[in-house]
Structure formats: C-alpha cells, structure tokens
C-alpha cells in the first residue's frame, strides 16, 4: 500500500497550490480519503474528507478556499487550495480509511507534503 503526496511548496498569501495524492496497492474506490494537516508541536486536524460515494466535507477554516476531489480511473485524490493563508502553513497528510464487511478497520497515511504560506 503506498500514498505518495506532491505538489507541497512555498506560496505567497492568497495563492494557490494543489496537492496530489497518488494511491497503490488497494482498491481506491473503496475507500473514503480525506487530507490532513499538522504544524510542528501540534496535533493533526482533518482538513478536508470525501467519501467513497463522492461526498465531501470540509474543517470551517477552509470552507470556501479549498476543494477536494478525487478520480477514481487514476486512484488519486486532489486537494486544491486557493486563497492561502499564513496559518494553512502545516505538513498536508493523505490518509484513506475504509470499514470492510467484518467491521475490520483499514486506515493508511501518506508521507506528507509541506505547504508553506508566506511572503
């Protein structure tokens, strides 16, 4: 199983990045993905989720800026920002999570991407 982000970088405020996700060795199609993102000393925070159905939600601090989405023929989610801030400064995690028949738990990360925001 492998998650390999990209498309992390430094931006100035206001612009915008997106962020890939790229995903191996699982069936994408099935599970629900979402982004993640943690500053140093603090806790990782669910940013952005779409589930296997297409369904997104979003943390209040991004509504309107950020848009998740995800193809399915090319197992990849994407994370388009836009409207960068100063505090979306964080390391950005993939992370896809399904719950199979048997109430088993599969839950995966990626490495992470660094989005800096600053001018």
């Known amino acids: 199983v492998r998650l390999v982000e990209s498309g992390g970088g430094l931006v100035q405020p206001g612009g915008s990045l997106r962020l890939s996700c790229a995903a191996s060795g699982f069936i994408f199609s099935a599970y629900d993905m979402a982004w993640y993102r943690q500053v140093p000393g603090g806790q990782r925070e669910l940013v952005a989720a779409t589930t296997r159905g297409g369904s997104t939600t979003y943390t209040d601090s991004v509504k309107g800026r950020f848009t998740i989405s995800r193809d399915n023929a090319k197992n990849t989610v994407y994370l388009q920002m836009s409207s960068l801030k100063p505090e979306d400064t964080a390391i950005y995690y993939c992370?896809?999570?399904?719950?199979?028949?048997?109430?088993?738990?599969?839950?995966?990360w990626g490495q992470g991407t660094q989005v800096t925001v600053s001018s």
């Open positions: 992370n896809a999570t399904m719950l199979d028949a048997f109430r088993i738990a599969y839950n995966y």
